[in-house]
C-alpha cells in the first residue's frame, strides 16, 4: 500500500501535521480498538484530563480526512473475480487487496454522487444471520440496495428459521440459493461458512462464524488503517483482548500478515495465530503489560472479552474481564501527539464511524466483484 509517514496529504489538498491521532472501535458499543499516532484532531494543549465534557473551540479542532490513495489496479475491468465465495481472510493476496480496496474507492464515488446506481439491478441477495448483528447486516443490506439490488433477510434464523425445526444448515442453503444470488452468512459455529461454501452453487460471503474467522471486517479494518495513516507496511500493531474468540482479531492478523515489516504485539488471555504468523515471517512479542505495549504501537486494536464465547466457563470470563481497558492512564503513556481519551464521539478523532462508513464501501466492492467481476 502507498506509504506516508508522519506528513499525510488528505483529500481536500491540506497536509496533516505529525501530532496526529485517531480512534476506532470494532463494536460501536465497546470500548474503542484502534489508535492511530499519525493523526491530529486535536491540538495537545486543548486536551483536558476530562476531555468529554472539556469545551474545546471550534479553531482548536482540525478534521480528519482520509490519505489520497494512488490507484494500482492488476485487474482487468470485466475479468471474473478470482473468489467464488469470501470465507476467510488468508484467501486474499496484497494484489487482490490493493485492487478490492480501489473498487471500494469507487463505489464511495457511487454512493455520494450516484444514489441511484442500478450496478445490481436485478440481483437479490440472502442475509442468513443466525447470531445477533447490527452493523454487519445492515451494512451488507444498505451496500445491495445502493448498487440496485434487492435483499431477502433473516435476522434470527437460528431460532426463527427451519433451523429451530432440525433443518441442517446445508439443506437450508441449498434451498435459500434456488431464492437468490449470493448470501451472506452469520453463524455460530465456527467453520460454517465453509460447509455453506461446499454446498452452494452461488456465492457466499462469511459475516463471522463463531470463534472463527470475519474476513470483510478485516478488509474494511485494514482498508481503514490505509485511509486513515497511508501505509501498511513497517507499522507496529498491539492486538488486545480476547484474541482467542474474537474472530475480527484473528482475520486481522492473517492480512497484516501480508505487509512488511509488521511487528505484532499480544495482550490477551490467549491467542493461537502465533505459529501463522512466524510461518510468514511476521515478528510478534507477548506482552502482559499494555501500558507498555502501547508507548511502541502503530496501532492499538482492542477487542471486548466475549462472554458468549465462554459458555458456563464464568470464572475464565469474570478473571478476563476488565482486565484489558484502554483507559486515560494507558493513553497517558503513548507518543505525545497520541493524547485522546475515551466516550469521545463527538471528537473528529473518534474515527470509529469512519470506519464503519468504511464497511460499506468494502461490502459494495465485493458483492460487485462476486456477481459481475472487475
Given at each position: 500500500m502507498p506509504s506516508s509517514m508522519f506528513s499525510m496529504r488528505a483529500s481536500h489538498g491540506t497536509t496533516l501535521a505529525p501530532e496526529q491521532s485517531t480512534i476506532f472501535r470494532d463494536s460501536m458499543y465497546n470500548k474503542p480498538n484502534f489508535f492511530y499516532k499519525h493523526l491530529l484532531c486535536f491540538k495537545r494543549s486543548c486536551v483536558s484530563s476530562n476531555l468529554a465534557h472539556s469545551s474545546v473551540s471550534q479553531k482548536d479542532i482540525i478534521q480528519c480526512r482520509a490519505v489520497e490513495v494512488a490507484s494500482n489496479r492488476t485487474f482487468l475491468k470485466g475479468e471474473k473475480f478470482q473468489l467464488h465465495d469470501v470465507i476467510e481472510a488468508q484467501q486474499f493476496d496484497r494484489d487482490i487487496l490493493s485492487a478490492i480496496f480501489e473498487v471500494a474507492r469507487e463505489m464511495e464515488i457511487i454512493e455520494k454522487k450516484s444514489r441511484g446506481s442500478q450496478l445490481l439491478n436485478g440481483y437479490l441477495m440472502a442475509t442468513l444471520f443466525y447470531e445477533p448483528s447490527t452493523r454487519t447486516r445492515l451494512s451488507f443490506e444498505s451496500a445491495m440496495k445502493r448498487l440496485g439490488g434487492e435483499v431477502l433477510t433473516t435476522e434470527n434464523a437460528r431460532?426463527?428459521?427451519?433451523?429451530?425445526?432440525?433443518?441442517?444448515?446445508?439443506?437450508?442453503?441449498?434451498?435459500?440459493?434456488?431464492?437468490?444470488?449470493?448470501?451472506?452468512?452469520?453463524?455460530?459455529?465456527?467453520?460454517?461458512?465453509?460447509?455453506?461454501?461446499?454446498?452452494?452453487?452461488?456465492?457466499?460471503?462469511?459475516?463471522?462464524?463463531?470463534?472463527?474467522?470475519?474476513?470483510?471486517?478485516?478488509?474494511?479494518?485494514?482498508?481503514?488503517?490505509?485511509?486513515?495513516?497511508?501505509?501498511?507496511?513497517?507499522?507496529?500493531?498491539?492486538?488486545?483482548?480476547?484474541?482467542?474468540?474474537?474472530?475480527?482479531?484473528?482475520?486481522?492478523?492473517?492480512?497484516?500478515?501480508?505487509?512488511?515489516?509488521?511487528?505484532?504485539?499480544?495482550?490477551?488471555?490467549?491467542?493461537?495465530?502465533?505459529?501463522?504468523?512466524?510461518?510468514?515471517?511476521?515478528?510478534?512479542?507477548?506482552?502482559?503489560?499494555?501500558?507498555?505495549?502501547?508507548?511502541?504501537?502503530?496501532?492499538?486494536?482492542?477487542?471486548?472479552?466475549?462472554?458468549?464465547?465462554?459458555?458456563?466457563?464464568?470464572?475464565?470470563?469474570?478473571?478476563?474481564?476488565?482486565?484489558?481497558?484502554?483507559?486515560?492512564?494507558?493513553?497517558?503513556?503513548?507518543?505525545?501527539?497520541?493524547?485522546?481519551?475515551?466516550?469521545?464521539?463527538?471528537?473528529?478523532?473518534?474515527?470509529?464511524?469512519?470506519?464503519?462508513?468504511?464497511?460499506?464501501?468494502?461490502?459494495?466492492?465485493?458483492?460487485?466483484?462476486?456477481?459481475?467481476?472487475?
Open positions: 431460532e426463527f428459521s427451519s433451523a429451530a425445526k432440525g433443518e441442517t444448515l446445508e439443506d437450508t442453503i441449498r434451498t435459500v440459493e434456488g431464492y437468490t444470488d449470493i448470501i451472506v452468512m452469520r453463524h455460530f459455529e465456527s467453520g460454517a461458512a465453509r460447509r455453506a461454501a461446499m454446498t452452494a452453487n452461488i456465492p457466499i460471503i462469511n459475516a463471522g462464524d463463531g470463534p472463527g474467522e470475519h474476513p470483510t471486517q478485516a478488509l474494511l479494518d485494514v482498508y481503514t488503517i490505509e485511509r486513515e495513516i497511508g501505509k501498511l507496511d513497517g507499522i507496529k500493531v498491539g492486538l488486545v483482548g480476547d484474541l482467542a474468540n474474537g474472530r475480527t482479531v484473528r482475520s486481522l492478523a492473517y492480512l497484516l500478515a501480508k505487509y512488511n515489516d509488521v511487528k505484532v504485539y499480544f495482550v490477551s488471555p490467549e491467542e493461537d495465530i502465533k505459529e501463522y504468523l512466524t510461518s510468514k515471517g511476521v515478528e510478534w512479542e507477548e506482552s502482559a503489560d499494555l501500558k507498555e505495549v502501547a508507548s511502541k504501537c502503530d496501532v492499538v486494536y482492542q477487542t471486548r472479552i466475549q462472554k458468549e464465547r465462554f459458555g458456563e466457563r464464568t470464572d475464565l470470563y469474570e478473571e478476563a474481564c476488565g482486565k484489558y481497558i484502554v483507559d486515560r492512564e494507558i493513553l497517558d503513556v503513548m507518543q505525545k501527539h497520541a493524547v485522546i481519551t475515551v466516550d469521545v464521539d463527538g471528537d473528529p478523532r473518534a474515527a470509529y464511524f469512519r470506519q464503519a462508513k468504511n464497511g460499506l464501501y468494502i461490502r459494495m466492492a465485493l458483492l460487485k466483484l462476486l456477481l459481475l467481476g472487475w
